[in-house]
């Protein structure tokens, strides 16, 4: 399993490039990185964003790191974006992808990306209302991919979540949200599966299963985050906690799909009350224990 | 008990002002709110930061609601601001609250406050450091006061949390912190104290108690946060589930010191993944429980 972790463990703590790459190698004995804009705000003036964005990119490099893409965390997940009730509302979405693309060009990362956004609670309950921004919705990110692909990303990324009145967020959605950009865009749009919010049973029932969502659109799957999960809600939780990504299933999906180009990666989301000594003595517990996914025929394939 | 809601229960959700107006009125019946810069970002752009922002005050305002307070939520606090390694950071959070005090201007409130920052994980393990970074902080919002009296408010709140990397954490942090600023700010700089913060046993043992903090640094406080926890973290869940805020708690607490002007502020924050319906039917009923708080004694000197 190619494995890979999403920053979002170090966020206001190991908060230095050089710092924060050492405890990746060397602590976690990982190479594929995923940048989370919770360690640099999109909204933050370009110059000095781009000045830390890019301390930190180098440090991963000169590290021997690979930061395949960069996400939204935390913070961009506050607002509604793309799917908001106004105008206003979604050009502001628009504006702070636009400007997670230029940080993202400017670290030299090929690919950008978060969920698409939340209709407010009224336009949740109104079928029309969501057709008719799902179509503005998508045309503002058309218009994005042209803007990406001049300053040189190659995917755009998108996160199904586990919230109904979001978009998408069942793996049909998903695969309609892939359907319609086809042809459309400059550059690919691909999506970014996170296991917990695939596997969230109160929304998606019997459908919370993986091979439902390689079904409808493995095709489409650039990268996924896993997370520790009871299923019940968003947890996010480590792999040292007991819950329904279990070891065997993750060697069970490795080994019937044979991914070999999507990293996984780890999106552990600590409590921010949690001490650092816990925090990191309990990340590369969980990679260690990931790390022994290994199905034995690919390991076999490999020798 | 002067009860009041954190809007915070409210986002992605109810984003409308006269809507989420009558929500707070008709459905919850209070009168008192603090805004939540969760629901307009002070990075946004001024101009449509601040039409949304005065929109959502004329909506409250015509309501015959009251805007005590804005304050930072989920998207501020991801960020380590004042006490972060840098001067360039540091200058961020600086300039992250200046917005912040602007868009509270525009919407004509008169206090804003968020909690003063996060140290690194290396630098808080660092005496030294964290004195210097202190230090340097203190200046920062002293200079900051300046701003927010220019601009027309009476009052920077900053609130304490239950993280021993950032500061102020417990009451004596929370009481240096007011005696530095004496004499030294433009406006008062007063705390918001959330009750589940000082629970927090894990950090403050014994002195997890609000005996303590009243002693400390009582005279300080402008406003609670409230919000049920085990305390065992920083739960901010419903009081419709059990915890060690208890109803007795709160009346014991606003029996013994007679508070008629500090505002307790639900502040509530659901699973985004929770829906529409569950929230908004949750908060009624937590509401409703802490309506019932009516010390004996004061609601018998208000005959």
Redesign the interface.
């Known amino acids: 399993m190619k494995l890979g972790v999403n920053l979002c463990f170090a ?6 490039g050089p ?1 924060l790459a050492e405890i990746v190698t060397d602590k976690l004995g990982l190479e594929y990185v995923q940048y989370t804009w ?1 360690l640099t ?1 999109p ?3 370009e110059a ?1 964003r781009d ?2 964005a890019v301390a930190y990119a180098e440090a991963f490099r000169n590290a021997g790191l690979t930061v395949e893409s960069t996400f939204g ?8 974006h793309f799917l ?2 106004t105008d ?2 979604r ?2 979405g628009q ?1 702070h992808l636009r400007r997670a693309i230029d940080m993202t060009a400017a670290m030299q990362v090929p690919a950008a990306g978060m969920p698409l956004g ?1 209709y ?3 336009d ?1 309950v109104n079928p029309a209302r969501r057709e008719e921004i799902y179509k503005i919705a998508k045309g503002l990110l058309v218009e994005l991919t042209g803007h990406a692909k001049k300053r040189g990303l190659s995917t755009l990324l998108i996160e199904p ?5 979001e978009f998408p967020a069942s793996a049909q959605d998903a695969r309609r949200l892939m359907r319609d950009l086809d042809g459309q865009t400059e550059i690919p749009v691909r999506l970014l599966v996170d296991w917990g919010h695939a596997l ?1 049973e ?2 998606f029932g019997s459908d919370a299963n993986m091979d439902l969502w390689m079904a409808q659109c493995g095709d489409y799957i650039h990268s996924f985050h896993i997370q520790q999960t009871d299923g019940q ?2 947890r996010h939780w480590s792999f040292t906690q007991k819950g329904v990504v279990t070891r065997e299933r993750l060697e069970e999906h490795w080994h019937k799909y044979k991914l070999m180009q999507q990293t996984y990666f780890m999106e552990i989301i600590y ?3 949690s ?2 000594e816990f925090v990191l003595h309990d990340i590369v517990e969980a990679t260690r224990m990931l790390k022994r996914v290994q199905p034995a025929q690919i390991a076999g394939d490999a020798q």
């Open positions: 966020i206001k703590r190991w908060i230095d710092q919770d705000d909204w933050w003036p000095p000045r830390m965390g935390l913070a961009s997940y506050t607002y509604n908001a009730p206003e509302l050009r502001l504006e939340s407010s609670a009224a949740a979540v586990p919230v109904g009145t969230f109160p929304l809600l968003d409590p921010f009350e001490t650092d």
